[in-house]
């Protein structure tokens, strides 16, 4: 039994079957890539785990609790944790404060009304915070806005809002789309690091077949909404069924 | 000191020392000069400076950091107002309870319009308080008359009840406010030569008043909850994905200035008892939004500057008529005394809503973060100018770090 259990999902839109009978089940401490062609259905798949949208039939259930029908702050408060794919994050504020909100989610629940305290008392947290960019070389950044931050650094902070929750898990949507070469190799590095000091569960959702393979422990092949297969990566590489679906894709 | 920081202290004494000092400040010029009326500091004007200085402090910890722009707070003014006036008929001529009434009420009835409300944001949240606003102006004249007093407003008579105080004082006049035994209006005048000075109960029973709001109002900026409202304007959907509800949040704020702006609806009954639906007239809640835009939304000290700055304007300009500004010019030559005083014409006495409106757009387009922005300009220009003249003194490049709202 996985941390992670999905099981016989389904979602359509109008006449569009976007996902059909999709099981999946992710194991405690690993890190699960799921890939496949654009259009595959990924990013519903992932939009269905994190509460932005209930499939027609199915269930998750993460850690043995349903997630469906809760909304995404709870489905946070949780323990599991998203990272989008464009980043996203409090641009007017800066990089600290980025990081202390985070925190603040985790230990005071979706709402507390904590509204005469200073935050410069809070100083638990501010040394979370901080400890979180020192850790991803961000402590120099911490005054910076986070509009101002390039994008490797954004998706840096991101990953820091993300981290210093601790979540039980972590959730990445195509963390290098649209990134240059070098881009997407610093961002490899990054999650390799994550995925070595802190021994998190991650699943990864990819485009890039190139990233997943240096990442994951074991990968689902998602195509027109459906689970072609799943096994360990060097599986993958070689089989037929996902050469059909990536059918005149280079990375193949 | 006070559990605020080294700057926002600073900014908190300068404060106090505006409000302590306002009565001589606001009165820089000799009673008998021309200049005279551009004089401020008489109790009437100074008590509206400062009312609706905390009616945009209020406003602003909504608009400012959340972002959510009510276009129906004026809504809550008046309420606070009908609240006061009524604890004084019921009640006592002490104005605390009244006061007390006034941002209960307040806050009671800004927590179901923003919860109605708040299910929306941009533009069809503004247009649900508008309209909000809007219904209780109108109710305020039909169904609720026999509350509001309809159109003649709700004043006080010797017919009132107060069971904690007289009907009417031993000459049969109605009782007037009071703070423990102190008559709100009561005042003295200071001369000092060509000068002088009015001391008032009102101003400075107000002035308390605001310092304690803006502490507060300093406090709840600096605050988590505070962090939290300007995520909320920066960017809900990371909120919601962070672990957050930001609908309490937001609601929270709207409660909050809704408080505040009872407050100054019953401080207003609290210097003249009488209440009318026209305070809570559209107009006037697009007059709190333009004082906090007008002084720079977001800051601490903002909102004080623009309402300041609008209610003198109000004041001083609407009295200014053709014959005064005959008076100004009276020394030159007679065709340009004429030309001036046409040109000026639109822009004085019943025409200063177009001065404001001008002074609006002027800083709108130029300095979109209102006067705060332009004073940092400023500074800032002073300070380059004066460290090219001097030598470069390590340790004086007062990089104070910046705070979010100063
Ligand atoms: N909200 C939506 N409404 C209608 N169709 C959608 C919606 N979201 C996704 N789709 C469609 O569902 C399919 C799967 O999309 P998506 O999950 O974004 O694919 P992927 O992330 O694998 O590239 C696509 O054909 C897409 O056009
Ligand atoms: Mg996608």
């Avoid at chain 1, 949208?53 to 489905?75: A, C, N, R």
């Avoid at chain 1, 979540?167 to 649209?178: M, N, Q, S, V």
Wanted: proline share 5%; with cysteine.
């Amino acid at each position: 039994m996985g941390i992670l259990e999905v099981s016989g999902v389904n979602k359509r839109f109008g006449g569009l079957q976007a996902l059909g009978d999709v099981n999946l089940s992710v194991a405690e401490g690993s890190c699960h890539a799921i890939i496949g062609p654009n259009g595959a259905g990924k990013s519903t798949l992932l939009n269905c785990l994190v509460g932005k949208l209930i499939p027609d039939s199915g269930t998750v259930t993460f850690d043995g609790q349903s997630v469906l029908g809760k909304k995404p702050f709870e489905i946070n408060q949780m323990g599991i944790s998203r990272v989008f794919q464009t980043p996203e994050i409090f641009g007017d504020l800066t990089v600290l404060e980025n990081t202390l909100i985070p925190c603040f989610a985790k230990r005071d629940g979706v709402f507390r009304m904590h509204a005469i305290e200073s935050i410069a008392h809070e100083a638990d947290l501010l040394a979370q915070a901080e400890g979180m960019l020192e850790e991803l070389g961000m402590i120099d950044k911490r005054n910076m806005h986070a509009a101002s931050l390039s994008r490797g650094d954004k998706r840096r902070l991101e990953m820091a809002m993300s981290l210093v929750q601790n979540p039980r898990l972590l959730l990445l949507d195509e963390p290098t789309a649209g990134m240059a070469r070098a881009d997407t190799n610093n961002t490899i590095d990054l999650l390799k690091q994550i995925k070595e000091m802190r021994n998190i569960t991650m699943a990864i959702i990819e485009h890039d077949m190139h990233v997943v393979f240096s990442l994951s422990d074991r990968i689902t092949v998602l195509a027109q909404g459906t689970p072609l297969v799943e096994d360990l990566p060097e599986n993958i590489k070689g089989n037929p069924k996902v050469r059909e679906a990536y059918l005149g894709e280079a990375q193949v | 000191m006070l559990g605020l920081n080294k700057a926002d202290l600073r900014l908190f004494l300068i404060v106090i020392a505006m409000l302590v000092f306002a009565p001589i400040l606001l009165n820089p010029f000799p009673d008998t000069s021309g200049m005279a009326q551009f004089n401020a500091g008489y109790p009437d004007l100074m008590q509206k400076l400062v009312i609706f200085g905390i009616f945009a402090i209020g406003f602003n910890i909504l608009f400012g950091l959340t972002g959510y722009l009510s276009f129906g707070h004026a809504a809550f003014l008046g309420i606070g107002s009908y609240t006061g006036v009524w604890m004084m008929k019921l009640l006592t001529m002490n104005v605390i309870p009244a006061l007390i009434a006034s941002v209960v009420v307040a806050g009671a009835v800004s927590l179901l319009i923003g919860y109605v409300s708040l299910r929306r944001s941009g533009i069809y949240f503004s247009i649900l308080t508008l309209a909000f606003a809007q219904m209780f102006y109108s109710l305020a004249y039909s169904v609720l008359t026999p509350i509001t007093g309809g159109e003649s407003g709700l004043s006080l008579s010797t017919d009132d009840p107060r069971i904690f105080g007289v009907q009417a004082t031993d000459g049969g006049n109605i009782p007037v406010p009071t703070v423990f035994g102190l008559d709100m209006s009561h005042a003295v005048t200071l001369d000092f030569g060509a000068w002088s000075f009015t001391i008032s109960t009102g101003y400075y029973f107000a002035a308390i008043i605001m310092a304690l709001a803006f502490y507060l109002a300093v406090r709840i900026f600096r605050s988590p909850f505070g962090l939290m409202l300007r995520a909320v304007k920066s960017n809900q959907n990371r909120m919601n994905y962070t672990g957050l509800n930001p609908r309490p949040y937001t609601l929270a704020a709207f409660v909050i200035s809704g408080m505040y702006a009872g407050l100054a609806g019953g401080l207003m009954v609290a210097m003249d008892p009488l209440a009318g639906a026209e305070r809570m007239l559209w107009t006037a809640s697009g007059e709190v939004v333009l004082m906090t835009i007008l002084g720079g939304a977001g800051t601490l000290i903002g909102p004080i500057l623009g309402a300041g700055l609008i209610k003198y304007l109000e004041s001083i300009v609407s009295t200014i008529n053709d014959s005064v500004v005959h008076g100004w010019f009276a020394p030159l030559p007679d065709w340009l005394e004429n030309t001036l005083v046409t040109v000026l014409h639109p822009f004085i006495g019943k025409g200063w809503h177009l001065t404001l409106g001008l002074v609006f757009v002027l800083v709108v387009c130029f300095l979109p973060g209102g006067i705060v922005e332009g004073g940092k300009k400023l500074g800032n220009l002073f300070r380059r100018k004066r460290s090219n003249g001097d030598a470069p003194t390590p340790g004086t490049g007062s990089t104070t770090a910046e705070q979010p709202g100063e």
